[in-house]
């Protein structure tokens, strides 16, 4: 299971109708919620705002809108153009501004489809899917005279969003691969003496 790291775009026109598919990093339902109502925004002008997402470990949590377009049109199959490629954390918007042609129900399928293609291979292209890894957050403080041996031991395991706080001690938190928390705690537990502890 791959999820997208970065967004892309696709444009295209067919009969006078411009479309705009995008794909961007989405971890959750709320959060897609939230990127559509931003499109819709930003798109104020366009005649449609169709969308799919998926998203979860799992893949396990879907949804799409026809936005307007005649039912099973437009979001089904840009739902299962995502779901084909076997990612998650991701929405798909695909906008249209009409251009005064009518495509007809195969021509629509068609239109979305081929735009939820493109726009996946695009970002295939530019390797912006990449292994989904389950993070699990931790924190923990330590003793300033341990930082600089701390620090250098950081760079053998997988952190994301690593941050320091600096106050009587140095606070240190991030997310760390799921199956790598276990060996942190263990070393940040040794090298405190005890005194530290990974939550």
């Known amino acids: 299971m791959d999820e997208l790291i970065k967004p892309i ?4 026109t067919i009969k006078g109708s ?3 598919s995008e794909l961007l990093p989405c971890k959750t339902q709320a959060e897609a919620r939230d990127l559509l109502k931003q499109q819709k925004e930003k798109y104020s002008d366009s005649t449609h705002v169709v969308h799919a997402f998926i998203t979860g470990n799992g893949a396990e949590v879907m949804g799409m ?9 437009a979001g089904r199959p840009a739902l299962d153009v995502l779901k084909g490629r076997g990612c998650t954390n991701v929405i798909l918007t695909i ?3 009409f251009g005064g042609t009518l495509l007809g129900t195969g021509g629509l399928v068609k239109a979305y489809s ?4 493109q726009v996946i ?12 890894i389950e993070k699990k957050d931790f924190s923990f403080s330590t003793d300033y005279s341990l930082l600089k041996v701390i620090k ?4 053998n395991y997988e ?5 320091e706080a600096y106050g009587t001690e140095v606070t240190i938190s991030g997310k760390i691969r799921s199956d790598q928390f276990d060996k942190l705690a263990d070393f940040v537990r040794e090298i405190s003496k005890g005194s530290s502890k990974l939550c």
């Open 121 to 132: 291979l695009a970002a295939d292209a530019n390797k912006l899917f990449v292994p989904l």
């Open 9 to 12: 775009s696709f444009e295209e």
């Open 18 to 20: 411009k479309f705009l």
């Open 159 to 163: 952190i994301f969003d690593l941050n």
């Open 95 to 97: 906008t249209r501004w």
């Open 65 to 73: 809108s026809d936005d307007g377009e005649p039912s099973g049109t």
């Open 152 to 155: 250098r031991n950081l760079e």
């Open 114 to 117: 081929n735009g939820a293609k």
